[in-house]
């Protein structure tokens, strides 16, 4: 049953089956041809597999920010940031990742960072004089930091499947969070020292006093959000909708970005966007009960016990299967399809569950930038017109880089813990 | 094997509870010389919540032990096992549950629907905790924000002056912690095992709610089974579930000394303050007897009476 | 007539659009109540649950209607346009038996919810379950429609890419 479960899911996918409706179907074929539960459950599952108040921040960190691309804020923190790194060569492609990390912590998902800040920095990259393979990796990657750095749609999902708080997972990922800013930022200064791309300036505080003004509203966004969250007053949820209402306000009164109708379209932008991951997880989640009754995950737990598996072995091969399922299969599928399988041997091995949630983002942003499918490296062709063939070979540094932030993380479970209880 | 029982629970295995059931798998397994299989999905691995009870109702689990408010779902009535003080003592309870008729009849809307009770698996008292300060009459809850288990007894934590709160499980931690809530009621060992007993400084010992689980199976299916592995499987529910009260208090005793080892204040409601605490939630029991009748009440209060 | 049928075009835009703008008000409402006036509204939790699972559904028949569902491309990109065109309309043909099958069983579904009289056991809402669970049969209807309507364009447009981006 699993190598049929495997065998049809793949077969679908190439034939161009959006992915909700491939997973669907292979649940739906599943039933019709082993009876292992009824029709009627699989109506049930689209219906109680999104019955969940945790999963309803998803559509509020989208709205946030699809309302933070309309108020253009990405190119007001752009300036700040270059303002702030334009001394050292290479400085705008590093106030180029900074403003990857900071608009990562503004909005949840990793496409929607990549698209806002390419569309704005890949020009000003160009005139800079950076070749478009190198800035359209550069902004591939940076953009992967948004499902990384909280909030995350990602760490929303996980929490809500792996039953673990989502305020802890957003406390695990401030420090992988930085490590792989950092990481972007070396291979960036090595690439433009060693090629001497860019230019350099210099300081100048009134340029740098003025862009703050204009980020400022900006700026406070992740500060209401995280404070909230950590702070004190609000479920992740909650902080979601206060952000995206803060984002309303912001749009509507300090930059006066749209109007009513535009507003209307943000809303309904930002459900579509909702409904097509929504969609594919109450999919995963039907299969994951398909594949409960069928003892896959039970399964993989007695898999380990019987081959004596070490925990860092196991994080060892789940790294290399998730490295080769990534080439292919999207992020928010590897989240759901492959999350429940491993969770019972994660935890029968007493892996931290939280660590477990960002070892497995790690992943998924590396399959975000890893050919032949990768979202981000998608998105980057496409808004900025450049063959997609051109950001494979800029993002390879990147990739590599993110290679050794995912062994540093998997294997220094600190990194992830430090700041969960 | 010849029968196949898909066993759906959302508490963890290594729970009191969960210690039972599968005390329970391993005696009809045995007995029935494997004949009936277990497949038993521990901690919401298969569904959750009302899932599993449709799942039961449906066909599509034979078996399940959940929470009693569940069933109030689809059959209201059942909520007066929930009423505030409905049982002052354990005795009282195992006096309830063991009244086959009072059961037969308290569940009869659900067997209508599909689904038979053949045991209680109990659980124990929600002792209420909160971060704040002692309680012991009911002035001291005011401003307090609680979760609840519920609808009634969100209405009884309402009554006795607190504000209850929506909160989904996986967050109560984060939200104790940063004051969204002030506290809960939940069984004195899931303090223990949630570690909320780290935030939680004061502990009041009530019996103002006893939690318990129906022990369910689908009607159709069960009437199905040929008569001597329905004997085997009635038998051991009926074994596990008298074994199982007896442990289920003594962890909850543990509990308490374990929270009090740890330097939460526990307190044990006087006999005046839990008048008080009675007195407040009284208006509870006449909605319930406009909602429902006075039969089933009056039988509920027989069993309260102390020896 | 035009009109009408421009409306009919974006019913699940704007269902999805002003669902999602009611959970929002929901969440925030619950916030300043229980933040400023001490009140805590009980319902809100479920029904900002079920606002969420009702636009998801409306998002999706709309997502198919502007062809913008997650999915992979590269290797039909390859094809001739009469081979993809071929292997769009078998796609489309299988989404729509699944979400037929779905439609029919969301009938059986809130049949049986009905028959089990079941009601929220989280709050006081007088709704019964059966109604909000309705959108199953709904939802997956509407799906239905506007994959009935991609294939027929495809069938008679013959190229594939006239549905991108609506
Ligand atoms: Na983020
Ligand atoms: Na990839």
């Known amino acids: 049953m699993a190598v049929f479960l495997v065998l049809a899911l793949f077969a679908l996918l190439a034939l161009g089956v959006p992915v909700a409706f491939a997973l669907g179907t292979v649940g739906l074929a599943t039933i019709l041809l082993f009876d292992v539960t009824s029709l009627t459950q699989l109506a049930q599952s689209q219906f109680s597999g999104l019955d969940s108040f945790v999963l309803l921040a998803i559509p509020f960190f ?52 990549a698209a806002a800040l390419g569309r704005i920095v890949i020009p000003e990259l160009d005139r800079a004089g950076y070749p478009r393979s190198f800035s359209g990796g550069l902004l591939a990657a940076g953009g992967t930091l948004g499902i990384m750095i909280p909030p995350s749609i990602v760490f929303v999902i996980y929490g809500a499947m792996a039953q673990v708080s989502v305020t802890d997972m957003f406390k695990a990922g401030i420090l992988p969070g930085v490590l792989v800013t950092l990481l972007l930022i070396g291979v960036t200064l090595v690439l433009a020292g060693r090629n001497r791309w860019g230019g350099q300036g210099p300081f100048s505080l009134q340029r740098m006093l003025r862009a703050l003004g204009r980020a400022g509203p900006a700026l406070l966004m ?199 209880n | 094997a010849e029968v196949k029982i898909r066993f759906p629970v959302e508490y963890n295995p290594d729970i009191a509870p969960g210690l039972a059931n599968q005390e329970f798998i391993e005696l009809i397994e045995s007995r029935s010389n494997g004949e009936i299989e277990v497949e038993f999905y521990p901690a919401g691995s298969l569904y959750k919540g009302l899932d599993i009870l449709q799942a039961v109702m449906r066909g599509d689990a034979e078996m399940a032990t959940l929470v009693s408010v569940y069933w109030s779902a689809i059959s209201p009535q059942i909520s007066i096992f929930e009423l505030p003080f409905a049982f002052p003592t354990h005795e009282a309870f195992y006096r309830a549950a063991d009244d086959a008729a009072f059961m037969s009849q308290a569940f009869a809307e659900v067997e209508d629907k599909g689904a038979l009770v053949i045991g209680t698996l109990v659980y124990d ?183 | 007539m035009a009109a009408v ?55 999706v028949a709309a997502a198919v209607r502007s062809d913008s569902h997650i999915k992979v491309t590269i290797f039909i990109d390859r094809l001739p346009s009469r081979g993809r065109r071929g292997i769009e309309m078998f796609g489309c043909l299988i989404c729509l038996a699944f979400c037929l099958f779905v439609a029919w069983y969301g009938v059986r579904l809130v049949g049986d919810s009905r028959s089990f009289g079941l009601m929220s056991a989280d709050s006081d809402i007088p709704i019964p379950i059966w109604v909000f669970q309705m959108i199953v049969p709904l939802g997956y209807a509407c799906i239905s429609l506007r994959l009935l309507e991609r294939l027929l364009h495809l069938w008679r447009a013959g190229d594939p890419d006239v549905m991108r981006g609506g």
């Open chain 1, 62 to 113: 989208i709205l946030a920010g699809n309302i933070m691309v309309e108020a253009r804020m990405a190119p007001q923190l752009f300036d700040l940031m270059r303002a702030l790194t334009r001394p050292i060569r290479g400085g705008d492609a590093v106030g180029a990742t900074l403003s990857a990390a900071l608009f990562g912590a503004m909005t949840g998902s990793s496409v929607a960072s």
């Open chain 1, 222 to 420: 992740p500060a209401i959000v995280l404070g909230g969250i950590y702070g004190g007053v609000f479920t992740p949820t909650e902080a979601a909708a206060i952000s995206a209402a803060y984002g309303l306000f912001v749009a509507a009164f300090v930059y006066r970005s749209a109007g009513l109708r535009g507003f209307a379209a943000i809303f309904v932008r930002s459900a579509k966007m909702t409904a097509s991951i929504l969609f594919i997880v109450a999919q995963a989640l039907f299969i994951g009960l398909l594949a409960t009754l069928a003892g896959i995950p039970s399964g993989i737990v007695e898999a380990v016990d019987s081959l004596a598996l070490e925990p860092w072995m196991f994080l060892l091969i789940v790294n290399l299967a998730l490295l080769v399922l990534g080439c292919f299969l999207d992020g928010v599928t590897i989240l759901t399809v492959v999350a429940p399988l491993l969770l019972p041997a994660v935890l029968a091995l007493g892996i931290d569950p939280i660590h477990f949630g960002i070892i497995l983002t790690l992943n998924i942003e590396i399959a975000a930038i890893t050919p032949p499918i990768g979202m981000n490296l998608f998105v980057i062709s496409g808004i900025s017109d450049t063959r997609p063939e051109q950001v494979i070979r800029g993002v390879v540094p990147f990739v590599g880089v993110m290679l050794l932030a995912l062994a540093l993380v998997t294997y220094l479970p600190w990194i992830s813990l430090a700041f969960v």
């Open chain 2, 125 to 307: 008292y929600l002792p209420v905790g909160n971060t704040e300060r002692q309680l012991t009459m009911p002035a001291d809850f005011s401003g307090l924000k609680l979760r609840a288990l519920g609808r009634t007894n969100a209405r009884t934590l309402e009554l006795l002056g607190a504000e209850p709160v929506p909160i989904n499980v996986t967050e109560v931690s984060g939200a104790l912690e940063r004051g969204v809530i002030d506290g809960l009621n939940t069984p004195a060992d899931a303090f223990i095992s949630y570690s909320w007993d780290e935030t939680v400084k004061y502990v009041t010992d009530s019996p103002h709610y006893f939690a318990f689980y129906p022990w369910a199976v689908n009607k159709a299916w069960w009437e199905d089974l040929d008569e001597e592995h329905r004997a085997i499987i009635a038998e051991a529910v009926a074994e596990v579930t008298a074994r199982h009260r007896e442990r289920a208090k003594a962890e909850a005793g543990a509990a308490f000394e374990k929270m009090a080892a740890k330097g939460v204040k526990v307190h044990r409601l006087t006999q005046e303050q839990r008048e008080a605490w009675v007195a407040a939630t009284a208006v509870q029991w006449s909605e319930a007897e406009e909602r429902f009748g006075t039969e089933l009440l009056d039988k509920l209060r027989s069993f309260q009476q102390v020896e």
């Open chain 3, 5 to 59: 049928r421009r409306a009919l075009d974006h019913v699940e835009d704007a269902l999805s659009g002003a669902l999602l703008f009611c959970g929002l008000a929901i969440v925030f409402l619950e916030i300043a109540g229980r933040s400023l006036f001490s009140a805590s509204f009980i319902w809100s939790e479920e029904v900002s649950r079920y606002t969420l699972i009702w636009l998801t559904y409306f998002g």
